[in-house]
C-alpha cells in the first residue's frame, strides 16, 4: 500500500482525463451533475479484488493507481471515496454515508450498513445532493438528486424518488427508490449521520475478505453506457436497454469471461486468477 495521502490536484488532472470530462472546474450544481454521470459512464462497478479475498486499499493514492490509471474498476467504498476526493479538490462540502441495501428485504433492519454513499453540499445552493458513483446496480443513481422526500427525479433517463421510513432511530430514515418494471423499488436507505474513514475500513475488510459476504462468493462487474446497463454476475451477462430491452446470455470459460471484461467492460483481469467458481 502507498503512504497516506489527500487527493491532489494532480489527481484531479488524472481523473478528468479518465472520466472524459473537460468542463469548467467550478463547485456548483451543474458540474456535480456532469461528472457525477461522467464518473458513473467510464469507470466499471467490479469486486475482482473482493473475489480474491482481498479488501482493496481506500487510500487515495492507491485508489488513483487503480481506477484511474490502470484498467480496473471497483465496488462502493473506491468508488466514492475516489469522488468525494475529486468534489473536496473542486469546492464541494462532503458527507461520507453509510446505507443499508434494502433490494428484496423484507425488514430494512435485517440489512447491515455495508453501502457508501456521499451527501454533497454545493456552495450557495441550501439544499444537499445525495450523490453515489458506486452502486453497482440496475437501480443506480446517475445524476446527483437534491434531499428532497416524495418528489420523483429523472436522471439521465432512470428515475428515482427518495421517500421517508419508519424506524426506531431519533434521525430521519430516507430510502432511495428506482422506478423498475412498472413499480418503485426500494434500493437502498440511509441516515444523514456522517461516517468517517476508520468506519468504511472496517466495513470494507468485512465485505472483502467475510467469506459469506456475496462480493467474496462470484463474480459482480456492471458499467453504464448511454445506451444500455451491462451486467456480468458470475457466468451470466445481461444488457438492459434504456427502452426497457434485455437480453442475456451465459458466458461459459474463463477464456470468455476475460474477454467478455476487457470487450464490454474494459477491465483486464489480473493473470493467474480464477474469475469463474
Known sequence: MSESRQFTQSDLDAYFRRIGWEGERRADTATLRDVHLAHARAIPFENLDALRRTAP???????????????????CYEHNTLFAGALEVLGFG???????????????????????AL???????????????GFGAVGALL??????????????????RLVHAPHAGPLELWVLEAY??????????????????????????????????????????????????????ERLFTETRTDG??????????????????????IVAPQGMTLLR
Open 143 to 160: 445524476e446527483p438528486v437534491p434531499l428532497t422526500a416524495g418528489v420523483e427525479f429523472h436522471d439521465a433517463g432512470r428515475r428515482h
Open 245 to 266: 430491452a434485455v437480453t442475456k446470455r451465459e458466458v461459459t470459460e474463463e477464456a470468455e469471461v476475460r474477454r467478455v471484461l476487457e470487450e464490454q467492460f474494459g
Open 119 to 133: 451527501l454533497v453540499a454545493v456552495p450557495g445552493d441550501p439544499r444537499p445532493y445525495l450523490a453515489d458513483v
Open 94 to 116: 462532503v458527507t461520507r454515508l453509510a446505507a443499508r441495501v434494502v433490494v428484496g428485504a423484507d425488514r430494512f433492519e435485517s440489512r447491515p450498513r455495508t453501502h457508501m
Open 180 to 233: 423498475d418494471q412498472d413499480a418503485w423499488q426500494a434500493q437502498y436507505a440511509f441516515t444523514v449521520e456522517p461516517f468517517e474513514k476508520p468506519d468504511f475500513e472496517v466495513v470494507n475488510w468485512h465485505v472483502g475478505t467475510n467469506p459469506r459476504s456475496p462480493f467474496t462468493q462470484r463474480l459482480h462487474v456492471q458499467r453504464v453506457t448511454p445506451d444500455a446497463h451491462l451486467s456480468l454476475t
Open 57 to 75: 486499499s481506500l487510500d487515495p493514492g492507491d485508489l488513483t493507481a487503480k481506477l484511474v490509471h490502470s484498467r480496473r474498476g471497483g465496488y
